[in-house]
């Protein structure tokens, strides 16, 4: 029992290091940016040796996708509940990117760092999200609302074609956020508010998706997202 114990007691001490380390790192891009910070710097800040923080996270690029990780998990989370309510695919889409743009802005500092502050790319598996899991990556969130379209009848598309749309639905939204999120309240943009630019955006995008992708029961979307506004 005490070997078990004491095991057990290291394995916290070393999660909690590691909690330590990621919001240290977490304050050292918010900063002065991910392409600032070294293995070296990070040791130092957060009180520990070079040997703990290369042995908790290898590299530089893996430390960094682990601080992110817990916003990415929050998120999809959210897009999660705010789906719970839809009835259809098209319907479902919609709250999930209401979901993301909302919290984006809601929350903008956590979002640049997430989704706009260049950083080295790391290997998947050193991430906490498991690629393509639908139940914690919310990209993979996404992709598996996309192809409810195709399962409605509303979009005839293979598998690559679906990962294409999903593409296009995130680079919508996330464009609209960044856009917001880095430019604030331009007095030389004039804007609709959030949430009727985003309705708009997706009325868009999605027309636009359904004509050019059309199921057998594509009509009947055609005509509810062309009079949806």
């Not at 593409?167 to 430019?183: D, F, K, N, P, Y």
Request: glycine residues 6%; hydrophobic residues 45%; aromatic residues 6%.
């Amino acid at each position: 029992m005490a070997s078990i114990s004491l095991q057990e007691r290291k394995q916290r001490e070393q999660e909690q290091r590691r909690k330590d380390i990621l919001k240290v790192v977490r304050k050292m891009i918010a900063k002065s940016g991910a392409r600032e910070i070294t293995m070296r710097k990070v040791a130092e800040e957060a009180g520990f040796s070079n040997t703990v923080v290369y042995a908790l996270f290898g590299d530089k690029a893996s430390m960094i996708a682990n601080a992110v990780d817990d916003d990415l998990i929050r998120l999809h989370k959210l897009m999660q509940a705010a789906v719970a309510t839809g009835k259809t695919a098209l319907e479902r889409i919609r709250l999930a990117c209401h979901a993301y743009v909302a919290d984006g802005l809601r929350h903008s500092d956590q979002y640049f760092l997430v989704f706009m502050e260049r950083r080295p790319a790391a290997p998947i598996e050193t991430s906490m999200l498991k690629f393509g899991d639908p139940e914690r990556d919310p990209y993979a969130f996404v992709c598996g609302l996309t192809a409810e379209l195709t399962a409605e009848g509303h979009v005839a598309a293979d598998e690559k074609q679906l990962a294409v749309l999903t593409q296009i639905l995130w680079e919508g939204m996330h464009g609209m956020t960044a856009l917001r999120v880095s430019t604030g309240d331009d007095p030389w943009i004039e804007r609709l508010d959030a949430e009727t630019h985003l309705d708009l955006l997706l009325d868009i995008l999605l027309l636009g998706i359904v004509q050019r992708f059309p199921g057998h029961k594509s009509a009947a979307a055609i005509k509810l997202l062309s009079g949806a506004r």
